[in-house]
């Protein structure tokens, strides 16, 4: 490789955004090799970075043309920058809210290459606790063409990194508030027993039993007349008899 080439598949970026940040110890994802690694959040409105990535990958393409792909550029080719504002392309999903208006990307490098990390004054930084995802950086990466189990496409090494400035930490998983941001669950009401005092006789509840005294049915057509008392005996009179 021409040291002209190797330039050319080469780029450090502006302002970037780092998020699954791996820079002091290697990781290894399921059934592959431990890596330092970092996702870059390239804003969109930095178009000129996004341009000399674009050239970049280009060289990486012609080069693997040349050298892996036997001088055929394959129709399908896995590119490893992509849209911030679409899916991902593991699992159609979209992307995170972090990385809306941004271009998104990972870089890595072998267990073996830990890159170096320093601040604006070119200092190591030696607080692992000041590399965190979320924070601002300028990153050095490379572009190169590989041939893995007959997949075709271009990869993107990790070289230095350089803090710029601190940011919101992106943490994995749920938050606090996204799980719990919600209305407040409505908690089970407690029906409270009235304990009567050991000294006092339970209250019951007494019922007034009202009286009903029956009257008389009325007689319709005769109207009710008091009976006569003999003054004499005392005993009622006996009404004549009709017609005698």
Not at 213 to 235: E, H, R, S, W
Request: charged share 15%; net charge neutral.
């Amino acid at each position: 490789m021409s040291n002209q080439q190797a330039i050319s598949t080469e780029v450090v970026t502006g302002e970037v955004r780092l998020s699954y940040v791996h820079l002091c110890q290697p990781s290894a994802r399921p059934g592959q090799d431990p890596k330092y690694s970092t996702t870059i959040l390239l804003p969109k409105s930095d178009v000129a970075t996004k341009q000399r990535i674009d050239a970049a990958i280009n060289a990486a393409i012609q080069q693997g043309v040349a050298e892996k792909w036997n001088g055929v550029r394959p129709p399908v080719l896995a590119i490893p920058i992509h849209d911030g504002d679409g899916q991902r392309p593991s699992d159609g999903m979209p992307f995170g809210a972090e990385c809306k208006g941004h271009w998104v990307f990972t870089a890595s490098a072998n267990a073996t290459r830990q890159p170096e990390v320093v601040d604006l004054n070119m200092n190591p930084i030696i607080n692992q606790t000041e590399i965190y995802s979320g924070m601002y950086a300028r990153v050095a990466i490379r572009f190169f063409p590989y041939l893995n189990n007959g997949k075709k496409g271009v990869g993107c090494g990790l070289g230095p990194v350089q803090k710029l400035r601190d940011g919101e930490a992106l943490a994995g998983g749920m938050s606090a508030a996204q799980a719990f941001g919600g209305a407040p669950m409505a908690q089970p009401q407690q029906v409270q027993q009235v304990q009567q005092p050991m000294y006092q006789a339970p209250v019951q509840q007494q019922y007034v039993q009202q009286q009903y005294v029956q009257q008389p049915a009325p007689q319709y057509g005769v109207p009710a007349q008091p009976a006569a008392i003999d003054p004499i005996t005392g005993q009622p009179v006996q009404p004549p008899v009709m017609g005698l």
